[in-house]
Nanobody, 124 residues
Framework: VQLQASGGGLVQAGGCLRL?????????????MGWFRQAPGREREFVLA????????YYADSVKGRFTISRDNAKNMVYLQMNNLKPEDTAVYYC??????????????????WGQGTLVTVSS
């Protein structure tokens, strides 16, 4: 699976952005999908994950109530809707695909494929 993230940019605090991740291949629906982010000088951290058919979503506490994840298996797409953005959300955002089960989707080590990242900058 090859992943291509897009949609990043500069936004003011309180604003919103929608990131997209396009996946290649005909087996996209078999993968649990996640979004991670990495701020300068910090480790890559979990943001959200969605199961193969979209029936379960996992959130990091820091984004609960503001961000949501969705997927369209017919289009091989996964989305990250980010609302009420804060300066601390500034980071490079990565989409990732996990071939295994749901256990451990908050962990980077569970993911087999990564996109190249898209930069989100939130100004105060």
């Amino acid at each position: 699976v090859q992943l291509q993230a897009s949609g990043g940019g500069l936004v003011q605090a309180g604003g919103c952005l929608r990131l997209s991740c396009a996946a290649s291949g005909r087996t996209f629906s078999r993968y649990n999908m996640g979004w991670f982010r990495q701020a300068p000088g910090r480790e890559r951290e979990f943001v959200l994950a969605i199961t193969t058919n979209g029936d379960r979503i996992y959130y990091a506490d820091s984004v609960k109530g503001r961000f949501t994840i969705s997927r369209d298996n017919a289009k091989n797409m996964v989305y990250l809707q980010m609302n009420n953005l804060k300066p601390e959300d500034t980071a490079v955002y990565y989409c990732a695909a996990a071939a295994g089960g749901e256990y451990g989707l908050v962990s980077r080590s569970s993911y087999n494929y990564w996109g190249q990242g898209t930069l989100v900058t939130v100004s105060s």
